[in-house]
């Protein structure tokens, strides 16, 4: 655990969050309703020895020998956090998210087009496609060294991708009708 918190420490000095804030601890009394009094919450940023109902609670809704009586029914509670932390694990959540839509563009926009700038005619993979039926990957070779730009590798997946997808689908009609016959 300490090593987990030395190296949250490390990147928090390196991205200048700070390690400790005056938010980052503090004191938490719930008292209920008592006599003509509401019910309410306190919060104030004092030390873990001060966390009770006489330090927390200002202004005190009661006087005198009340105080007490109020005081015990309150539920003093003290909290501490790292608001570096919670920082750095949004820093990098942002850039995850960030990097993630960076690629969802890169594959919406960049990569069709270029496919469009390197096959620029569709004859190449509709050739493909009619060959492709006989011979699923005897062909693909062929057909991307006789195309006039370099071979693309995600066309080459894509093709025997599409190629095993109507090749699954065929066995699957064969099985289904070799089913049907035996039932």
């Avoid at 938490?28 to 004092?46: A, L, M, S, T, W």
């Avoid at 007490?68 to 029914?73: F, I, K, Q, V």
């Avoid at 890169?106 to 050739?127: D, M, N």
Wanted: with cysteine.
């Amino acid at each position: 655990m300490t090593v987990v918190n030395s190296r949250c420490e490390c990147l928090m000095k390196i991205l200048n969050l700070p390690l400790q804030n005056s938010e980052d601890i503090r004191c938490k009394c719930i008292c209920p309703p008592y006599k003509d009094v509401f019910g309410k919450i306190y919060k104030q940023n004092v030390s873990l020895k001060d966390c009770n109902c006489l330090h927390v609670v200002e202004p005190m809704p009661v006087e005198g020998k009340d105080v007490e009586a109020y005081c015990l029914r309150c539920e003093c509670k003290y909290e501490e956090r790292s608001s570096g932390t919670i920082k750095l694990t949004i820093i990098i959540y942002l850039s995850i998210l960030g990097l993630l839509i960076l690629y969802m563009v890169y594959l919406t926009l960049v990569e069709p087009a270029l496919k469009r700038r390197l096959f620029g005619h569709s004859q190449l993979i509709q050739s493909d496609d009619d060959l492709g039926d006989q011979q699923p990957f005897a062909n693909a070779h062929d057909v991307l060294s006789h195309s006039r730009s370099r071979p693309n590798v995600l066309n080459k997946v894509e093709h025997a991708q599409q190629r095993w997808k109507r090749q699954v689908q065929e066995q699957r009609k064969s099985v289904f009708d070799r089913h049907v016959v035996l039932s």
